[in-house]
C-alpha cells in the first residue's frame, strides 16, 4: 500500500526562526516607518513615543501578515506584539511593546477575541496599572459565522481588526483623550460583522502539513484565520452563490435597512489571488445595491492572511460622517497608505 507524503515547500531557513527573522526583514524594508525590538519581538513606530498621543497597542500569534506589525505608523499602530505563528504573545511582550509605545496619555490595547490574547492583555494591563500607565481595552467580536470555537469564547476577532486599527488611530493623532479613542473603536467593533471562507487549508511553519484536509471542490463555510472549522462544509458554488452565503448572515446580524452607508472590506486569506477578490467585491456590491445599502468607502486585498491559506472574507461596517472621516484620514504604514 503506498501513501502520500506532503512536502512543505516555504521561503525558510530554520522553521523555528521564521518570525525573528520576518520582523528583521519589515524593520529592513521600512526603517523609515518602523523598528523592531527583537528581544521582545515588538514591531515599534520609528521615531519612539509620541507625546501627548494616546498609543494603540495589538498583536498576536504570526501569520497573518500584515497583520500587525504592517499597520504600525502614522495614522494606525505604535506597538505591534508577534508570537509565535498562530501562537499569543506572551504578556512579557506586551507590557514592553507598551512601555516603549507610551506617550503619556495613556494606551488603548486592541485585543482580537482569542483566548491567548485575551488573557495575556489582561495579565499585561493589570501590570501596566501598577506602574500607573492609564489602559483601556477593546475586544474585537466581529465574526458572524461561529459563535464559540477551538480558540475563543463567543465570537471571533477577525477583519474588522484592521478597520478599528485605522479609524481608533486616527481619533488618535487629533490628540483625543484616551476615553474617546476607546469609545470609537468600540463604536467600529460594535458596528462590524465578518464572515469568511476556505477552499484550501494552510500549513504551519513548525508542524510541516496541513491543519485540516478539504477536497477539491469543496468549500468551508465560516472558516476561523487559525483553521478552526465554520458553520459547514459544502461545495463550492459560483462567486455569486459564496458571495451570498458570505453576506447574507453578516446582513441579518447587522440589521442594515435601505439607505445604510457601510464600508464594504474584502478580505484575502493568502492564496487567493486579486483578480478573485474583485469578483468577490463585485457580487458584494451588487448585493448590497439590491438591498438599496451604498457603498461608501471600500478595502479589497490581503490584510489579514492565514499563511498561504486560500479564501476570503466579508467585513461590513455601518458608517457615518464621523466614521467616514477617519477612515479618510491620513495614514503611513508598510501595509496601508494614503493622505500623505
Same mark, same amino acid.
Given at each position: 500500500?503506498?501513501?502520500?507524503?506532503?512536502?512543505?515547500?516555504?521561503?525558510?531557513?530554520?522553521?523555528?526562526?521564521?518570525?525573528?527573522?520576518?520582523?528583521?526583514?519589515?524593520?529592513?524594508?521600512?526603517?523609515?516607518?518602523?523598528?523592531?525590538?527583537?528581544?521582545?519581538?515588538?514591531?515599534?513606530?520609528?521615531?519612539?513615543?509620541?507625546?501627548?498621543?494616546?498609543?494603540?497597542?495589538?498583536?498576536?500569534?504570526?501569520g497573518h501578515e500584515p497583520l500587525h506589525g504592517g499597520f504600525v505608523g502614522l495614522g494606525m499602530l505604535d506597538a505591534a506584539c508577534?508570537?509565535?505563528?498562530?501562537?499569543?504573545?506572551?504578556?512579557?511582550?506586551?507590557?514592553?511593546?507598551?512601555?516603549?509605545?507610551?506617550?503619556?496619555?495613556?494606551?488603548?490595547?486592541?485585543?482580537?477575541?482569542?483566548?491567548?490574547?485575551?488573557?495575556?492583555?489582561?495579565?499585561?494591563?493589570?501590570?501596566?496599572?501598577?506602574?500607573?500607565?492609564?489602559?483601556?481595552?477593546?475586544?474585537?467580536? =466581529?465574526?458572524?459565522?461561529?459563535?464559540? $470555537?477551538?480558540?475563543? *469564547?463567543?465570537?471571533? &476577532?477577525? !477583519?474588522? /481588526?484592521?478597520?478599528? @486599527?485605522?479609524?481608533?488611530?486616527?481619533?488618535?493623532?487629533?490628540?483625543?483623550?484616551?476615553?474617546?479613542?476607546?469609545?470609537?473603536?468600540?463604536?467600529?467593533?460594535?458596528?462590524?460583522?465578518?464572515?469568511?471562507?476556505?477552499?484550501?487549508?494552510?500549513?504551519?511553519?513548525?508542524?510541516?502539513?496541513?491543519?485540516?484536509?478539504?477536497?477539491?471542490?469543496?468549500?468551508?463555510?465560516?472558516?476561523?484565520?487559525?483553521?478552526?472549522?465554520?458553520?459547514?462544509?459544502?461545495?463550492?458554488?459560483?462567486?455569486?452563490?459564496?458571495?451570498?452565503?458570505?453576506?447574507?448572515?453578516?446582513?441579518? =446580524?447587522?440589521?442594515?435597512?435601505?439607505? $445604510?452607508?457601510?464600508? *464594504?472590506?474584502?478580505? &484575502?486569506? !493568502?492564496? /487567493?489571488?486579486?483578480? @478573485?477578490?474583485?469578483?468577490?467585491?463585485?457580487?458584494?456590491?451588487?448585493?448590497?445595491?439590491?438591498?438599496?445599502?451604498?457603498?461608501?468607502?471600500?478595502?479589497?486585498?490581503?490584510?489579514?492572511?492565514?499563511?498561504?491559506?486560500?479564501?476570503?472574507?466579508?467585513?461590513?461596517?455601518?458608517?457615518?460622517?464621523?466614521?467616514?472621516?477617519?477612515?479618510?484620514?491620513?495614514?503611513?504604514?508598510?501595509?496601508?497608505?494614503?493622505?500623505?
Amino acid at each position: 500500500m503506498s501513501t502520500t507524503e506532503h512536502v512543505m515547500s516555504k521561503f525558510l531557513n530554520n522553521p523555528d526562526d521564521i518570525v525573528p527573522e520576518s520582523l528583521a526583514g519589515l524593520e529592513a524594508a521600512h526603517r523609515d516607518l518602523v523598528t523592531v525590538d527583537a528581544e521582545n519581538q515588538v514591531v515599534l513606530r520609528a521615531g519612539g513615543p509620541v507625546e501627548g498621543k494616546v498609543a494603540l497597542v495589538s498583536g498576536g500569534g504570526s501569520g497573518h501578515e500584515p497583520l500587525h506589525g504592517g499597520f504600525v505608523g502614522l495614522g494606525m499602530l505604535d506597538a505591534a506584539c508577534a508570537g509565535a505563528v498562530f501562537t499569543s504573545p506572551v504578556p512579557d511582550q506586551m507590557l514592553a511593546g507598551s512601555k516603549a509605545a507610551d506617550g503619556g496619555a495613556g494606551v488603548l490595547h486592541i485585543v482580537k477575541n482569542y483566548t491567548g490574547d485575551v488573557l495575556n492583555f489582561k495579565m499585561a494591563a493589570d501590570m501596566l496599572d501598577d506602574d500607573g500607565v492609564q489602559v483601556e481595552t477593546v475586544l474585537v467580536n =466581529d465574526d458572524v459565522a461561529v459563535e464559540d $470555537s477551538l480558540y475563543t *469564547a463567543g465570537r471571533r &476577532g477577525t !477583519g474588522a /481588526t484592521v478597520l478599528l @486599527e485605522k479609524i481608533a488611530g486616527a481619533r488618535a493623532e487629533q490628540r483625543a483623550s484616551l476615553q474617546e479613542v476607546a469609545a470609537v473603536a468600540q463604536r467600529v467593533n460594535d458596528g462590524s460583522r465578518s464572515f469568511g471562507v476556505a477552499l484550501s487549508s494552510c500549513t504551519p511553519p513548525s508542524a510541516g502539513s496541513p491543519i485540516f484536509q478539504i477536497s477539491q471542490g469543496e468549500i468551508e463555510l465560516g472558516v476561523g484565520i487559525h483553521g478552526e472549522p465554520g458553520r459547514r462544509r459544502g461545495q463550492l458554488g459560483s462567486a455569486a452563490e459564496v458571495a451570498s452565503q458570505m453576506a447574507t448572515p453578516i446582513l441579518d =446580524d447587522l440589521g442594515l435597512e435601505s439607505g $445604510s452607508r457601510v464600508l *464594504a472590506f474584502v478580505n &484575502g486569506l !493568502g492564496g /487567493t489571488p486579486a483578480i @478573485e477578490l474583485y469578483v468577490l467585491y463585485g457580487e458584494l456590491s451588487k448585493l448590497l445595491a439590491d438591498r438599496g445599502i451604498e457603498v461608501g468607502r471600500s478595502l479589497v486585498g490581503s490584510y489579514i492572511t492565514s499563511l498561504e491559506m486560500a479564501g476570503a472574507s466579508f467585513t461590513l461596517l455601518e458608517l457615518d460622517s464621523e466614521l467616514e472621516a477617519l477612515w479618510d484620514a491620513p495614514v503611513h504604514t508598510p501595509a496601508l497608505r494614503w493622505g500623505v
